[in-house]
DNA sequence: GAGCACTGC
């Protein structure tokens, strides 16, 4: 937006008249519009709508190198616009060597090199390998306050707690030299950087230090790309990032750390080069960077979850997924697994093309799941309330729980609780910020995120808009929230559970096992239901199911025969069992065969992964925080 | 009785 507003005033047109842009919830554009500035996501939205993108002559792809999975899914359709259309020129800009990558890909089509506007920065690496890293950028940072001339620091670590750790530290050491120290220390103000650190403490890193003191900023890797610091002349890299990893044969995602790629290393230490010359120093040694890790980071594409895309891509008629030109195909199994994941929902046919349900679904901005908890709130007379508990999920968890004040949170959020279902407790936050006038003191008082609300009340009436034009109307079942849990379960069946101990479920399909989360209103509940369907599955300490509704099991019967069966004589259900087995194509058994593989390679893979995690990580006490502090440190740089 | 890289539609 900035960009477009910059552009617009050098072009002396007002902004969304000669020059526009387009956003997720803002289309700042018009009939004179020449030149439209738009994220990946508007762009192939729009390609759904127009497949040829005939409204353009000239598509600009900037920051390719990022490889989002929008990014990547364009790259093979506008490889196909640009063979279709003579009067169509694709630009694509990226930041990393890699151009010839790229340039094969479409053809061996000419490069252009535009050298670089920022300044030299001398790298420093490790001679060996660094055994705690937080202790080491807390030292490296304090060697530079003391010795080395002004300019700011910026230190990469992890995540949150690695962060306050390390701004924990840097303060209790800085207490310490000015305490032993007989002269005056100059002052250090540091300043910790996080997406989920709330709004006015994240501005703090972008105000000028006062005079003569030094910033040291802490942050993830949201200081990559996403924002960016002028004044930093030194930067301290971990190597170490973490990313969403989804497991498919698990049917799970965690959130691993992982070493950094040598492009990623290489953006990092670019940071310390944008006002001056800098110095990068590297908490590992150049053999690491040279030999172990990564040329670039996995794409996004490789590593995710696939429903959306080969929603999206069946609804452009492509007939093959596996034949569909991407510059790095993602794994075929993690494919024919969404695949399968659409077939189940009811999205495709048993000969892999989209259903009626399927073609619905596309339309929604959504994941498959939430897309066909709405179709069935439809369904069932419950969209109203479904559409909210939609909205909750698409956007990060409100509830607010600072450290500090943890008890108190936990009472708030309790609050909210509806006995039996995390799902229709968020709908209850969501109600109650509205009949509080949508209030952000009133988030406040009840420790929840502000932006977080405001976003799902976007995302809400973004649908409401959709829905709108697919001509259906709101239903409500005015707070009779048995046919709401209907709603739910019927979306997750595939995420469903059995009651097996104390607290402790296993997946009906794949007998994975699967935990409450201390933090589910099921959790206190006093006793535990004895069918359970859940968000999603994320592997931490354990495998911990996310937003979790007690279900009737009659309703997994009804709603995913595919699956399930009842044992008490039902003759109806019975009947409908029987006439599906009658029905079974050859699709159908190939996915049932597919099914029972899948349950056996979850049991491996589960082994696998508890395996490498024993390996991998080290529970550490911190030395100097509070006591049971603890921090998750990878042993020494590696794959 | 636990743990939250980051975009995007």
Redesign the pocket.
Known sequence: MSVAKRVSEEMETDLGDKVGY????EDVTGPNTIIKY?????L??ETLKDADLDKYRVIVMDEAHER???TDVLFGILKKVVARRRDFKLIITSATLNADKFSKFFGGVPIFHIPGRTFPVNIMFSKTPCEDYVEAAVKQAMTIHITSGPGDILIFM??????EATCYALAERMEQLISSSTKTVPKLEILP?????PADLQAKIFQKAEEGARKCIV????A????TVDGIFYVIDTGY????VDNPRMGMD??QVFPVSRATADQRAGRAGRTGPGTCYRLFTESAYQNEILPNPVP?IQR?NLG?VVLLLKSLRVENLLDFDFMDPPPQENILNSMYQLWVLGALNNVGGLTEIGWKMVE????PTLAKMLLMGEQLGCLDEVLTIVSML????VFF?P?DR??ES?AAREKFFVPESDHLTLLNVYLQWKSNQYRGDWCNDHFLHVKGLRKARE?RS?LLDILKTLKIPLTSCHMEWDVVRKAICSAYFHNSARLKG??EYVNCRNGMPCHL???SAL??LGYTPDYVVYHEL?L???E?MQCVTAVDPQWLAEMGPMFFSVKETDTSLLDHKKRQKEEKTAMEEEMEKLRQEQAEAARIEKEKEWEKRAKQQQQVAMPGLKKGATY?RPRKMGL
């Open positions: 387009a956003i997720r919830f738009m994220t990946d996501g508007v192939l939205r989002s999975l929008n992890t995540g949150q707690e690695e962060i950087i996080y997406s989920q650190l942050a993830t890797n949201i990559e790309t996403s924002l990032g973490k990313m969403k965690a959130l996004e995710t959306n929604f901005p959504l994941d698409s956007v990060p968890s729980r450290k943890a008890e936990d995302v973004q104390v607290g989360h201390p933090s959790y206190g994320v931490t300490t354990k911990y998750l």
